[in-house]
């Protein structure tokens, strides 16, 4: 029998990946312009209409889905590859190593954390690959405080000390004992970062400083729907719903790893 | 003994704002492109730029601009806003009181909904009752504001007519944005007041509470109440920070005429100094607001002091 949490996070899973697989089954292009079709309705030849300049909704959809996911994953892992290698090094070398990281990580916690990814992606210029080093320029530190409070309280652990005398790199033993030991509560943030990244990416296009037109993202699709909202409501109304109902379904994913792995702490706001 | 371990928390505070001020200052200076490229536009002439370069001070080294920065932060001079001229500090000054009065709405509103839900799915917790208080919790957290704010325009204003669309001139106009921003709010503290509650209620004083005969009503409210109201007030206060981050979404959706709509303005408009400026002071207040979290928790928690 599967968790409940669980089966609710599936359920509401179930409108996006309908999208995605609707819009992979019938191949239309998201870019292809066609006047005849402004703000037309539901119909066989697209099933959620189309927007000002005639564009499929449902594959516009799917690919903004498919972005959001993407940059979601990208600055997961990479936010989460050099978070947890700085906290491993601060915790590991101690002293003033520690400080000087620590106090960095302390700086950008000192910005709230949309502000700081907004006004990067506005200097760096738009783009995914600024949008991405923009959200992981923020990332980035909640792993490394957790990994290094983690690893600090392991550090002196028998296991490890046995492993150093054996003669062991910390490399290996970075690898080989220490992450497997943190695994739980890193999943744990992973799974809520991925939620915030998600919502930060559509935010931060909402705002114009991240994915530009003609591409699709979900924030820039709400963007052109708030304007035409007197027009047809719709276009505003889908390309919410399918961010709320996927950043949703993840925080009730993160949740459950949670109590799963008895986490303590760890956080759903975004 | 609270007075001395205040003043440390104070003094700590002094490093992090330099940083913060210095990460700002680096963050517009060291990103690669042009500033006056970005302004005038690379067919401008020479002469133009130069004279650009020279009222940025970028002519000079970048140590001197530097120096020179954080002579201005504490002197009062931000700088002028290249798009008009005007003092930077003067422009959010102009601002700021429309920020503040969408927060404290935005806050209390956000505290008279989390309070009563969170303490109403802690004495009911495990039963259908918690589950809907916690839905809509997740809710919440989970729906983003620069979606849920037209969804509200939509319904509120443009179907049911009731309440303006945007802007600040209109009676009614602030309810919108004030429960835009404080749905996220209330969520993350209805689930705090929630588990501080539950895990005030498990602790032994309870137990011995309530085998002394202590109404259950007094032992919820009293007792327990004065210990989950230690956390939940600390993320109140974090929560005065991390509104002026949610401000800056919120006010663009609504046109609201706050700070968090002039750094977007300034942003668009590359206007770099006030872009400085603005980032500069939300990153104050922030720090600001996580001081005093810190500082209310110590005083709300004597056990803390010793640690």
Redesign the interface.
């Known amino acids: 029998m599967m968790n409940p949490t669980v089966r609710w996070s599936l359920f509401l899973l179930l409108i996006p990946l309908l999208v995605l697989l609707a819009a992979a089954v019938m191949q239309i292009d998201g870019h292809a312009v066609d006047l005849d079709a402004i703000f037309v309705g539901s119909s066989m030849a697209h099933p959620l209409g189309c927007d000002a300049l005639g564009r499929d909704l449902l594959s516009r959809l799917a690919e903004g889905l498919r972005l959001s996911l993407s940059v979601g994953i990208a600055v997961v892992c990479l936010g989460g590859v050099i978070g947890i290698s700085i906290g491993i090094f601060a915790a590991w070398m101690g002293g003033w190593v520690d400080a000087v990281l620590m106090?960095?990580a302390?700086?950008?916690l000192?910005?709230?954390?949309?502000?700081?990814a907004?006004?990067?992606a506005?200097?760096?210029?738009p783009g995914v690959e600024n949008l991405i080093i923009a959200l992981v320029a923020v990332g980035w530190v909640g792993f490394s405080r957790l990994t290094r409070a983690q690893v600090l309280a392991l550090k002196h652990a028998p296991f490890v000390e046995a492993s150093l005398a054996g003669g062991s790199s910390v490399r290996y033993i970075a690898v080989k004992h220490l992450l497997p030991n943190i695994a739980a509560p890193l999943l744990v943030e992973a799974s809520f970062g991925l939620?915030a990244v998600v919502?930060g990416e559509?935010?931060l296009s909402?705002?114009?400083?991240g994915v530009q037109p003609p591409d699709a993202s979900l924030?820039t699709m709400?963007?052109e729907?708030?304007r035409l909202?007197?027009v047809e409501?719709l276009l505003?109304?889908w390309?919410?719903l399918i961010?709320?109902l996927l950043?949703?379904a993840v925080?009730?994913l993160g949740?459950h790893l949670r109590d799963r792995l008895d986490v303590k702490g760890g956080?759903?706001?975004? | 003994m609270l007075g001395q371990v205040c003043a440390i928390r104070i003094f700590q505070a002094v490093p992090t704002l330099l940083g913060v001020a210095t990460l700002v200052f680096f963050l517009l200076h060291l990103v690669p492109g042009d500033p006056v490229d970005a302004l005038l536009g690379e067919t401008a002439m020479a002469a133009d730029r130069e004279a650009m370069r020279r009222a940025l001070n970028l002519d000079l080294p970048l140590l001197q601009q530097y120096v020179s920065f954080l002579v201005g932060l504490f002197t009062g001079d931000w700088g002028n806003s290249i798009v008009d001229g005007r003092s930077v500090l003067v422009l959010i000054g102009e601002r700021l009181p429309a920020t503040a009065e969408l927060a404290a709405v935005s806050l209390l509103l956000a505290l008279v909904l989390a309070l009563p839900l969170g303490y109403w799915a802690a004495r009911h917790a495990g039963s259908a009752r918690d589950f809907a208080a916690m839905s809509f919790s997740l809710l919440g957290v989970s729906i983003p504001n620069f979606w849920l704010g037209p969804m509200l325009m939509l319904l509120f204003s443009v179907i049911l007519g009731w309440l303006p669309v945007s802007g600040m001139d209109a009676p009614g106009s602030i309810v919108l944005p004030a429960i835009t921003l404080g749905t996220a709010l209330a969520a993350i503290l209805s689930r705090m007041a929630r588990s501080s509650w539950l895990e005030a209620m498990s602790s032994d004083a309870m137990r011995t509470a309530r085998a002394s005969g202590v109404k259950e009503q007094v032992i919820w409210w009293r007792h327990a109440g004065r210990l989950a109201a230690v956390p939940v007030v600390t993320m109140f206060a974090l929560q005065l920070g991390a509104v002026l981050g949610g401000a800056v979404i919120t006010e663009t959706v609504f046109d609201w005429p706050g700070l968090g709509l002039l750094t977007i303005e300034a942003i668009q408009r590359r206007d770099y100094p006030l872009v400085q400026g603005c980032v500069l002071i939300i990153a104050l207040f922030y720090v600001i607001a996580n001081l005093l979290a810190d500082l209310l928790s110590l005083w709300l928690d004597p056990r803390q002091r010793h640690s």
């Open positions: 106090r960095f302390d700086i950008v000192s910005f709230p954390g949309i502000l700081l907004i006004a990067l506005a200097m760096l210029g939620a919502i559509a935010g909402f705002l114009g400083v924030g709400i963007r729907g708030t909202m007197l409501p505003v109304i390309p919410g961010l709320f950043v949703m925080n009730l949740d956080h759903a706001d975004a």
